[in-house]
């Protein structure tokens, strides 16, 4: 009998501290979704100084066209920064780029125009190439000029 009240015991034990543990976890879950709805993470200045940029997610590809070594790289975490979602990065199939691109991937030309304009790239030198397969927005091609873009 005394066996049988020791097991008891034990299995209460372990039941309330499980539901201890998942009270905890739904405490947190709760606390972190009440902060990110009071404070909103904004990660640039540059973002906060121009509303255009964060109206809606622009999926961006950057490749490098001028040669230098981890260009493309380089420049992601300041395109993140503008409110871009860089989901993929490397080289162009070529490296003779002399002028910077952006190619619109999809219908919403216009999120072509907005980076167009937030790089500082003249209209004309927005592409467009759309198809089925590309599951971005935008490609940016860095070229030789990547010093005068407003990186």
């Known amino acids: 009998m005394a066996d049988s009240k020791q097991e008891k015991d034990r299995s209460s034990l372990l039941l309330n501290t499980a539901i201890g543990f998942l009270g905890f976890l739904l405490f947190i879950l709760i606390f972190s979704l009440i902060a990110r709805v009071l404070f909103p993470r904004i990660s640039s200045d540059r973002v906060e100084q121009d509303p255009v940029l964060i109206s809606s997610v622009i999926q961006l590809e950057v490749l490098n066209g001028c040669g230098v070594p981890g260009l493309a790289t380089n420049y992601t975490s300041t395109l993140r920064g503008y409110g871009f979602d860089v989901v993929e ?34 209209e004309e030198h927005i592409l467009r190439e759309i198809s089925g397969e590309f599951y971005l927005d935008v490609t940016l091609v860095l070229g030789a000029d990547y010093k005068t873009l407003n990186l």
């Open 89 to 122: 990065t490397g080289n162009f199939d070529h490296f003779n780029m002399e002028k910077s691109v952006v190619i619109a991937r999809s219908n919403q030309t216009e999120n072509a125009e907005r980076v167009a304009r937030a790089l500082g790239i003249e």
